[in-house]
């Protein structure tokens, strides 16, 4: 069974930053496409970034391109999304998905196999 585990959320000012991290047992990381979704009150989960199983390809939405950047660790068996000059509309709740393929992450729900519990990240104006 797979697990995944985020944390590192929290409040933060606008403009600030935040290290998310989401740690993923067992001994297949390195065959799964990692991705970022997050939801905020009253909207639908978006895709926010995604990572291939090498960590060669990234993909990210468009309200976060130059500010987060999404890495993984095959030793640590983490993904990570660094979070630079936070804004208000980056509020959500967000969650690390894990997908058993080799090609690029994909940016719908739907193809992931695990998901994790969610972390809060609340960034005040």
């Known amino acids: 069974q797979v697990q995944l585990v985020e944390s590192g959320g929290g409040l933060v000012q606008a403009g600030g930053s935040l290290r998310l991290s989401c740690a993923v047992s067992?001994?297949?990381?390195?065959?799964?496409?990692m991705g970022w979704f997050r939801q905020a009150p009253g909207k639908e989960r978006e895709f926010v970034a995604g990572?291939?199983?090498?960590?060669?390809?990234?993909s990210y939405v468009d309200s976060v391109k130059g500010r987060f950047t999404i890495s993984r660790n095959g030793a640590k068996n983490t993904v990570y999304l660094q979070m630079n000059s936070l804004k208000p509309e980056d509020t959500a709740v967000y969650y690390c998905?894990?997908?058993?393929?080799?090609?690029?992450?994909?940016?719908?729900?739907?193809?992931?196999?695990?998901w994790g519990q969610g972390t809060q990240v609340t960034v005040s104006s």
């Open positions: 067992g001994r297949t990381f390195g065959t799964y496409a």
């Open positions: 990572i291939n199983w090498s960590g060669l390809s990234t």
């Open positions: 998905a894990a997908a058993r393929r080799s090609g690029m992450a994909p940016e719908l729900s739907e193809p992931y196999d695990y």
